[in-house]
């Protein structure tokens, strides 16, 4: 058993962000519990090419978001 894994950096895409300069293809969607039903959703790292209300039209179809995102 090794314990060389504990020499990782704390962000996971710390080793990525040093080789370009730019994090490329990584996208966060979380989605936080409110009260009873209520949920909000966030959405990071999506570009601006992209149509954030398209995306999120399709995920409330396959899913059960319901919140306009944040």
């Known amino acids: 058993m090794s314990i ?3 020499n990782r950096p704390a962000d996971a ?3 990525l962000e040093q080789e370009d300069g ?3 293809g990584v996208c966060h969607i979380r989605i936080q519990q409110r009260t ?6 966030t ?4 570009g601006t090419e992209y149509d954030l209300k398209r995306i999120v039209q399709y995920l409330r179809k396959i899913s059960s978001f319901s919140d306009p995102p944040t």
């Open 4 to 6: 060389s894994n504990l």
């Open 13 to 15: 895409f710390e080793q």
């Open 22 to 24: 730019v994090r490329q």
């Open 36 to 41: 009873g039903r209520k949920t909000i959703t």
């Open 43 to 46: 959405v990071q790292g999506i």
